[in-house]
């Protein structure tokens, strides 16, 4: 049977990571899509290939994608953003589909992808759960990583609103506190199970 693909999303400072962990800490497989774009910038990688192709100047001398670098190019040029997007989306969607096929006796799986809506990952999952917090909250996390307001403004103006996701979203978990996280991450879950046994 095929699992069940439950997509987590959510604006950047959300505690969409938090939140997959506790998915993680229930049994569920995560991919995690962040950690996959990682690995494929380093040495010797697919992605990192693609990106020096394209921009050769953010590339460390050991073949690795130097983030920092890249962050600052698509800041300074938006169009680079499209471009780099072409170029890796194709490659992490070759990695999703492996883990799909590693983990066909799994019941339900997780994909852990910040732009699930914005690159069309969506339409691969089952149902959507978006994470969400108060603006105030959000904003606090974020200058809590060392961000200023104006790196938290361009970040945010390229994902789609947090009110779009929620009203896009099959089940939404409130981060503000962590023991309500984790008992709603308990109730998708069981709701899912439940869809699973009623379908199967």
Known sequence: MTPFRLGLTGS??????????MFADEGV???????????LYGPGQ???????????QVMDADGRVSRDRLRALVAAD??????????VHPL????????????????????????????????ECDAIVVVSA??????????DR?????EIGLMLSRQMPDAEKRARADYVIDTTGLDTARAAV??????IRRRIARDA
């Not at 938006?78 to 170029?87: G, H, I, K, S």
């Not at 060392?146 to 104006?150: D, H």
């Open 29 to 39: 497989p995560v991919w995690d899509a962040d950690a996959v774009v990682h690995r």
């Open 146 to 150: 060392g961000l200023t307001g104006a």
């Open 78 to 87: 938006p169009a680079a953003l499209e471009r780099l997007n072409t170029a």
């Open 186 to 191: 308990k109730t998708v879950l069981a709701d």
């Open 92 to 123: 992490t969607a070759r990695d999703r589909a492996r883990f799909l096929a590693d983990h066909d006796g799994s019941a339900i799986l997780l994909y852990d992808i910040p732009l699930l809506f914005e690159t069309g990952a969506d339409r």
């Open 12 to 21: 950047i400072g959300m505690g969409k990571s938090t939140t997959a962990a």
């Open 46 to 56: 697919p992605a990192a290939q693609a990106v020096a192709a394209l921009f050769p």
């Open 134 to 143: 108060p603006p105030d909250l959000q904003h606090a996390r974020l200058r």
